[in-house]
């Protein structure tokens, strides 16, 4: 998601981007045996209308979930389950789902109860944080425009989520230093084109990030990616390194006693000084491989993280490594 896209959000209110369940389902098929016996809180997301509530309601049984909370700000209002009558949609509401209890697996309204909260539904109001400290995990897409705020709630409160933010939102360093300190990683999914349902009011210039199917408008917000605490197998993956070190073909900053690696593929194998690469490497980063050093960013980005100033002649955020195992 553009910068300019992100303000727009924050001064519009309109951070109402609905996940697709494909893109729901392809991420969370690897973290299946983590969810058993969990208390799954999905505080961002209205159960009429949200995927994340479909996912996991549906699914209830097999991930042998103990409950499923979920919430949502009181200014939704779109009516898809039915569950209450229309002059109820703009207040905020949560549910409280233990499973299946007429034995055909498929969520009913008596099942679900829809309740209303005293409250707006924000995820950092009192009775929203009551709710977060009784949950496990929690799974949701935040709002980006507030994905900062988001993240500081999940480390105060130490819980385990698996969230969708913005590529950028790695070079936050509200955000980065939970990387640095390997308290956050990238999940599985982060690749491709992911298309988020938006409002039929939701202003979007660009054609090629728009696009409407039976009727519902969708909205492609760039470089979108799965942050997570949940243990993955690809982050215990080694990068296999082919290259080797030569002056001539690796170019030192200016400013900084450091090399700049243009693609992930290039990291040479046989450096042990520090490397500048790009922050598409941390879909990659194996702890027990490299360490990361820092970050450098410009372009609008946050500057000088962790004492790094910017790179001179790069636009582009630069994630700082040192390698663990030099061979």
């Known amino acids: ?3 300019d896209n992100l303000h727009t959000a924050k001064s519009q209110k309109k951070d109402e981007f609905y996940t697709q369940l494909a893109d729901i389902e392809n991420e969370l ?3 299946k045996d983590q969810f058993r016996g969990k208390v ?6 209205d159960p009429y209308i949200s995927n994340f509530f479909h996912y996991f309601s549906y699914n209830f049984e097999t991930l042998g979930l103990k409950k499923l909370i979920t919430t949502c700000y009181r200014n ?8 209450q009558n229309a002059d109820e949609i703009e207040k905020a509401v949560y549910i409280e789902y233990t499973g299946d209890k007429d034995g055909d697996r498929i969520p009913s309204v008596e099942e679900i109860g829809v309740k209303n909260l005293k409250g707006d539904g924000d995820f950092r109001s009192k009775e929203c944080i009551e709710l977060l400290k009784e949950a496990d995990i929690i799974v949701t897409n935040p709002p980006f425009s507030l994905f900062r705020e988001y993240v500081a709630q999940l480390m105060e409160y130490d819980k385990k989520f698996l969230i969708l933010g913005s590529q950028n939102a790695i070079t936050y360093k509200e955000t980065f230093k939970y990387i640095k300190e390997n308290k ?4 599985y999914e982060n690749g491709g084109t992911k298309w988020f349902q938006v409002p039929d009011d939701y202003d979007i210039p660009t054609e090629s990030r728009k696009k409407i199917e039976n009727g519902i408008k969708y909205f492609s917000m760039g470089s979108v990616v ?3 605490n949940l243990d993955t197998t690809k982050r215990h993956e080694e990068i296999d390194l082919y290259k080797k070190y030569s002056p ?11 090399i700049e690696v243009p693609r992930v593929a290039d990291i040479p194998m046989d450096w042990n000084g520090l490397m500048g690469v790009p922050i598409t490497y941390l879909d990659k980063y194996n ?3 490299f360490k990361i050093m820092g970050m450098s960013a410009s372009a609008g980005y946050d500057v000088d993280i962790v004492g790094i100033p910017k790179l001179v002649g790069f636009k582009d955020a630069r994630p700082l490594l040192k390698s663990i195992n030099t061979y």
Do not use: I, R
């Open 76 to 83: 939704q209002k779109v009516d898809l389950f039915s569950f």
């Open 248 to 258: 001539e073909e690796y170019q030192k900053y200016d400013n900084y006693d450091a």
């Open 29 to 31: 098929k690897h973290y």
């Open 287 to 289: 702890p027990e491989q």
């Open 226 to 228: 799965w942050f997570t």
């Open 40 to 45: 799954v809180l999905c505080n961002c997301d």
């Open 184 to 187: 956050m990683w990238l999940g």
């Open 1 to 3: 998601m553009t910068h």
